[in-house]
């Protein structure tokens, strides 16, 4: 099947700093990226639609200014975590819909300390 | 507003044993039902999908689950766990076919098979 990659699959950073983490859908184009967020132990939230060359849609609650979205090509988007703090630490995950369906990535578990 | 409950947060089952995850729903239309599983730090498998046409759904892994509309239910079932099906299993809606589209996801259970 589709192979969709992120990267890094763990990171540490300062309280203060930003993290970037990408998305690469590696064998297909991806019209639409979707990033989930995941607290311990608790179920998936979705936090923002990206399309390809367009803004992304946050969902409620979801600040963008915050968790900024960049989906500059068909097999790119990044999120970048601004001025982290240790509320911040979760495991992000993305979904990359192509033609043939959509796929995970293997998410990024970020450790703000 | 769509939800999705799973009661059971954990489920101890043992090997060679039947395992049956509850899953429930609230959606005002016709629901797009998904379920994955989530192996520890790893991302998501799809391992079923129901849209229309047989309520009984064949999966990856030997998983299948059932459709049952007058219940608001879509329960995952395997006849016989492994070892190697002990993670985290999430059930979802979404508004339309696609899997992993704008997906409303259940808490998640945590399967734990003992030898």
């Known amino acids: 099947g589709a192979v969709v990659s992120q990267h890094p699959s763990w990171v540490i950073c300062k309280s203060g700093t930003s993290v970037k983490i990408e998305c690469r859908s590696l064998d297909f184009q991806a019209t639409t990226m979707f990033w989930y967020r995941q607290f311990p132990k608790q179920s998936l939230m979705l936090m923002a639609t990206s399309n390809e060359g367009s803004k992304a849609t946050y969902e409620q609650g979801v600040e963008k200014d915050k968790f900024l979205i960049n989906h500059a090509s068909l097999t790119l988007s990044t999120l970048t975590v601004t001025s982290a703090h240790p509320e911040d630490s979760s495991f992000y995950i993305c979904s990359a819909r192509g033609s043939g369906g959509a796929f995970f990535g293997q998410g990024t578990r970020l450790t703000v300390v | 507003a769509q939800s999705v409950t799973q009661p059971d947060i954990h489920i101890t089952v043992s090997e060679g044993a039947s395992l049956e995850l509850r899953c429930n729903y609230s959606?005002?239309?016709?629901?797009?039902l998904f379920w994955y599983v989530q192996s520890p730090g790893q991302g998501l498998q799809l391992l079923l999908k129901?849209?229309?046409?047989?309520?009984l759904v064949q999966g990856i892994k030997g998983f299948e689950a059932e459709f049952k509309r007058s219940q608001s239910s879509f329960n995952l079932r395997k006849p016989s766990v492994h070892w190697s099906d002990a993670a985290e299993y999430f059930c979802?809606?979404?508004?339309?076919?696609?899997?992993?589209?704008?997906?409303?996801f259940g808490g998640g259970t945590r399967v734990l098979v003992k030898p």
């Open positions: 979802a809606v979404g508004r339309i076919k696609a899997a992993g589209n704008k997906l409303t």
């Open positions: 129901y849209f229309s046409g047989d309520t």
């Open positions: 959606y005002g239309a016709t629901p797009y």
